[in-house]
């Protein structure tokens, strides 16, 4: 039961804030070889290092999930997005104000590492805050759409990051990236958190949270409610974002490293590629979640996990024959993603009620992004660099894939029209 509509434009400005989100947690994948020569030294180690601290830092995800999904089950969900936010800020400007390693030693690489952490830690908040608020606010008949507006919306994040990434680096010499010019994209990033803030404190708050108010159902122990009540929806969602996570980072935001690791393309020119398909994945998030809310979140989910089977191993193969077969290759694997993504967000939080929601979110989906997002780009960076072997990355998630489809194929049904119908 909801209380009453949410506002339009809250919705939007929860719909746009993913933007900021997506910009500066995928800005550091797409800098990853620049800020490893910056920090770490550069060469296949200094890279390793840079995907390494990646991985390290997004385990501070599922825990920042965990302490603003309780702040948002017991005292709101406007509360902790604009937490997470605030804190967003602040770690991105710090980040743009950090001494390199030339000026700092190996200390420079170590206070990178502690603000990654802490950006980890409030995008954890974020993921969790704005999928519940959206999906609480929507009509139910527009479920699927609206929550993958979120998703589109944090791609226009990530091709902010790519083409701004691919500016700065075509634009000025290494000597200059070196010293001053990486600090460019963090500053922007900054500057684009703050206004978002400030649109985020006009926010009303969701109608499920306020009627849950009315009916004093609030939980007063939201995690040990969520771990009490909601084991099974737990496990659904950990599936599900398995999926979306291993093809979001290994087959979107890995793909510059991967191409410039193993010489297929240069930096600047990885990048722009990166660029055209974030563009597509665009166009195919928001289409991904009508479709959601036509057929159901089911077989959508089925069709895009028989995809993630099929499809990586010949698409990491392509990126490795050209710059025509590499343009095709990114494009279908980051559709790939962006349409898991799309439905995955509002099939995992419908696992739940409104009580405990975040926090239920907190427990499956957040801790699957942590393993098979944050920790996957370095762990197929290490195989190719121990194997040799350049399709790895499609491997890893063809392997997920395989293991998460027995679950779609018994995944209840959650999109209420569907429901409704049967």
Do not use: K
């Amino acid at each position: 039961m909801q209380a009453s509509r949410m506002s339009n434009r809250s919705l939007a400005v929860a719909t746009l804030s993913t933007i900021v989100e997506w910009y500066d947690f995928t800005l550091y994948l797409y800098l990853a070889t620049l800020l490893s020569r910056t920090f770490f030294g550069g060469g296949a180690a200094g890279l390793g290092e840079a995907l390494a601290g990646f991985a390290v830092a997004y385990a501070m995800r599922p825990l920042g999930a965990i302490v603003f999904g309780h702040v948002g089950d017991r005292y709101g969900r406007r509360l902790t997005m604009l937490a997470s936010m605030g804190m967003m800020t602040a770690a991105m400007l710090a980040t743009a104000l950090l001494p390199t390693q030339a000026q700092a030693g190996p200390a420079a690489g170590w206070m990178l590492l502690a603000l990654r952490c802490l950006m980890a830690f409030s995008v954890g908040g974020e993921y969790t805050g704005v999928v519940a608020y959206l999906m609480e606010g929507a009509p139910a008949e527009r479920r699927g759409l609206i929550t993958s507006l979120a998703s589109a919306a944090s791609e226009v994040g990530a091709l902010l990051a790519a083409g701004i990434a691919a500016i700065t680096v075509a634009s000025l010499d290494q000597t200059s990236l070196l010293s001053w010019g990486w600090r460019i994209p963090f500053f922007f990033g900054a500057g684009l958190a703050g206004l978002i803030l400030l649109a985020r404190s006009t926010m009303e708050e969701s109608p499920d949270f306020r009627r849950q108010q009315a009916m004093d159902s609030v939980p007063r122990h939201p995690l040990r409610h969520s771990l009490r009540h909601h084991r099974a929806a737990i496990g659904r969602g950990f599936a599900i974002s398995a999926l979306g996570s291993i093809t979001y980072y290994v087959g979107i935001t890995y793909v510059p490293s991967f191409l410039t690791a193993t010489d297929a393309m240069a930096e600047g020119e990885a990048l722009w590629l990166s660029t055209a398909a974030a563009l597509a994945v665009i166009l195919v998030t928001p289409l991904t979640g009508l479709l959601a809310d036509r057929v159901g979140r089911r077989p959508v989910l089925i069709m895009l996990g028989l995809a993630g089977a099929v499809l990586p191993l010949p698409m990491f193969l392509l990126m490795t024959h050209g710059h025509g077969a590499a343009l095709l290759g990114a494009v279908l694997l980051a559709c790939l993603g962006g349409g898991v993504s799309a439905v995955g967000a509002v099939t995992t939080a419908e696992q739940f009620p409104g009580e405990g929601r975040l926090s239920g979110l907190a427990f499956g989906a957040t801790t699957a992004t942590a393993l098979f997002g944050g920790l996957t780009p370095w762990l197929a960076h290490m195989l190719i660099e121990r194997t040799g072997w350049t399709l790895v990355p499609g491997a890893m998630i063809v392997l997920v894939a395989l293991g998460v489809l027995p679950i779609l194929l018994a995944l209840p049904e959650t999109a209420p029209m569907r429901r409704l119908s049967r």
